[in-house]
């Protein structure tokens, strides 16, 4: 698409008599059906910031001309150029629009922006995602210098910092990718983080990165599922519980251990694969259920392809494939306990604990060093140290002997659940747009 048809269409929205209390501009590489944790957040996000009155615009890839324009719930929708419009003015429009977020990109981006008459710019600031390229990093340094009267908000979902793509610079990398992202974070007017590991984390780095309190809030990422009724749970999962070469399905009597996100070290698998073994030598009427995805060449999952054909777990283990978001609560939800051991501890920000919670599921994960306050071990979930498959392993046991405490775990969850739901989350990101404005109104730093 040229950089023309590109602004007729940004700029086309006009025509449309809606009335909305806020433009905003979100930004993010990666969008739904992409999978990607970022995306399905950002997708979530825009549309329930939607239906509180504000029309966003998700700025994405090219390549996603298939990108998700539907809400995430069913309801009266109407599709009006491109964008989807609810009944009460509800709008979120896909702009698969960059091809490369490269320092080319910077120009398209700024002449969206310009022509979108956007209230607010928000970047989902996740190092990968950008290519490890520098330039979203400049963004709101130039917007603040063009454009002082259009607030950038950044939503920090890691620490990674951009690395330069010239070999020469490289053996400055490390100072490099700091200065771009402490220049991003000095030039955006708010910064979003999304768990207290983060916050402790930029706390000790405020001589490198000296934002003031005011400028930064912590708010939390919400489930990535959707949240069955209790009553069509059994219904539908019963015939989603098939292995893909549909041998193995949860029978009378089976207790189901659950698992659910992308497969990598980070999350734990091979400690979970471990424990699971151990925990079903004592009490062989576990199952575990692995909502996700095995298939791949790298060693990490061969590792994994290989643990589960040993006997102690071949009759054992259900690998569903990929599930559409609604089959995928129901089956989690079915599950009597959930195991999710992540390697760097419990956070807020795993979208796939979220939705355990909110969906009344009895947890177990790992410690953290910086544990999430709103969380208690022991009444909300229980918690192991990281990389402990006998700890684990003996967690698993006593849930499963215990269905008094596994009821009291999942109603506490479903309880501490409310604080990340996503009305109250797009409430809070609302209220942080109306300060950013307000405070780029007066035209201070």
Same mark, same amino acid.
């Given at each position: 698409?040229?950089?023309?048809?590109?602004?007729?269409?940004?700029?086309?929205?006009?025509?449309?008599?809606?009335?909305?209390?806020?433009?905003?501009?979100?930004?993010?590489?990666?969008?739904?059906?992409?999978?990607?944790?970022?995306?399905?957040?950002?997708?979530?996000?825009?549309?329930?910031?939607?239906?509180?009155?504000?029309?966003?615009?998700?700025?994405?890839?090219?390549?996603?001309?298939?990108?998700?324009?539907?809400?995430?719930?069913?309801?009266?929708?109407?599709?009006?150029?491109?964008?989807?419009?609810?009944?009460?003015?509800?709008?979120?429009?896909?702009?698969?629009?960059?091809?490369?977020?490269?320092?080319?990109?910077?120009?398209?981006?700024?002449?969206?922006?310009?022509?979108?008459?956007?209230?607010?710019?928000?970047?989902?600031?996740? %190092?990968?995602?950008?290519?490890?390229?520098?330039?979203?990093?400049?963004?709101?340094?130039?917007?603040?210098?063009?454009?002082?009267?259009?607030?950038?908000?950044?939503?920090?979902?890691?620490?990674?910092?951009?690395?330069?793509?010239?070999?020469?610079?490289?053996?400055?990398?490390?100072?490099?990718?700091?200065?771009?992202?402490?220049?991003?974070?000095? %030039?955006?007017?708010?910064?979003?983080?999304?768990?207290?590991?983060?916050?402790?984390?930029?706390?000790?780095?405020?001589?490198?990165?000296?934002?003031?309190?005011?400028?930064?809030?912590?708010?939390?990422?919400?489930?990535?599922?959707?949240?069955?009724?209790?009553?069509?749970?059994?219904?539908?999962?019963?015939?989603?519980?098939?292995?893909?070469?549909?041998?193995?399905?949860?029978?009378?009597?089976?207790?189901?251990?659950?698992?659910?996100?992308?497969?990598?070290?980070?999350?734990?698998?091979?400690?979970?694969?471990?424990?699971?073994?151990?925990?079903?030598?004592?009490?062989?009427?576990?199952?575990?259920?692995?909502?996700?995805?095995?298939?791949?060449?790298?060693?990490?999952?061969?590792?994994?392809?290989?643990?589960?054909?040993?006997?102690?777990?071949?009759?054992?283990?259900?690998?569903?494939?990929?599930?559409?978001?609604?089959?995928?609560?129901?089956?989690?939800?079915?599950?009597?306990?959930?195991?999710?051991?992540?390697?760097? #501890?419990?956070?807020?920000?795993?979208?796939?604990?979220?939705?355990?919670?909110?969906?009344?599921?009895?947890?177990?994960?790992?410690?953290?060093?910086?544990?999430?306050?709103?969380?208690?071990?022991?009444?909300?979930?229980?918690?192991?140290?990281?990389?402990?498959?006998?700890?684990?392993?003996?967690?698993?046991?006593?849930?499963?002997?215990?269905?008094?405490?596994?009821?009291?775990?999942?109603?506490?969850?479903?309880?501490?659940?409310?604080?990340?739901?996503?009305?109250?989350?797009?409430?809070?990101?609302?209220?942080?747009?109306?300060?950013?404005?307000?405070?780029?109104?007066? #035209?201070?730093?």
């Amino acid at each position: 698409m040229c950089l023309g048809a590109c602004l007729s269409l940004v700029a086309s929205y006009n025509c449309y008599k809606l009335e909305y209390t806020m433009r905003v501009c979100m930004i993010v590489p990666r969008y739904p059906p992409d999978r990607c944790g970022v995306g399905d957040y950002t997708y979530l996000l825009a549309w329930h910031l939607a239906r509180r009155g504000v029309s966003v615009d998700i700025l994405t890839s090219r390549g996603l001309s298939d990108a998700v324009t539907l809400p995430p719930t069913d309801g009266d929708v109407i599709v009006a150029g491109g964008a989807v419009v609810g009944a009460a003015g509800v709008r979120v429009r896909v702009l698969p629009l960059i091809d490369d977020w490269g320092w080319r990109s910077l120009a398209r981006i700024y002449a969206v922006v310009r022509t979108g008459r956007y209230d607010v710019v928000h970047i989902q600031y996740q %190092n990968e995602m950008y290519g490890r390229s520098a330039s979203i990093a400049v963004l709101p340094l130039v917007l603040r210098a063009v454009r002082p009267d259009l607030p950038t908000v950044v939503t920090v979902h890691d620490y990674g910092t951009p690395w330069p793509r010239h070999t020469r610079v490289r053996l400055l990398a490390g100072p490099y990718g700091k200065a771009w992202f402490a220049a991003m974070l000095l %030039n955006a007017r708010r910064v979003i983080l999304t768990n207290e590991q983060d916050e402790f984390r930029f706390l000790h780095q405020r001589l490198r990165y000296p934002i003031p309190a005011s400028r930064y809030a912590t708010i939390p990422v919400g489930s990535n599922l959707p949240i069955p009724a209790p009553t069509m749970v059994r219904a539908t999962a019963e015939a989603s519980l098939l292995a893909p070469q549909g041998s193995l399905l949860a029978s009378a009597g089976t207790m189901t251990v659950g698992y659910f996100g992308f497969v990598n070290p980070a999350k734990g698998v091979d400690t979970l694969l471990e424990g699971f073994a151990i925990a079903r030598r004592r009490r062989p009427h576990l199952q575990l259920v692995m909502i996700c995805q095995l298939h791949g060449t790298n060693k990490y999952l061969s590792i994994l392809a290989n643990r589960i054909e040993q006997p102690d777990l071949a009759d054992s283990v259900v690998i569903t494939g990929e599930l559409g978001d609604r089959q995928a609560a129901d089956v989690l939800a079915r599950c009597d306990i959930v195991a999710l051991p992540f390697r760097d #501890g419990v956070s807020l920000r795993r979208t796939t604990l979220m939705a355990a919670l909110a969906l009344g599921c009895p947890v177990i994960s790992t410690r953290a060093v910086v544990p999430p306050a709103m969380l208690e071990d022991g009444r909300d979930l229980m918690l192991v140290p990281p990389q402990d498959a006998q700890a684990l392993a003996q967690s698993i046991v006593e849930l499963a002997d215990d269905p008094d405490r596994r009821a009291r775990l999942g109603a506490h969850a479903r309880e501490v659940a409310r604080a990340f739901a996503w009305p109250t989350i797009a409430e809070r990101t609302v209220q942080l747009y109306q300060q950013a404005v307000a405070q780029s109104g007066r #035209g201070s730093a």
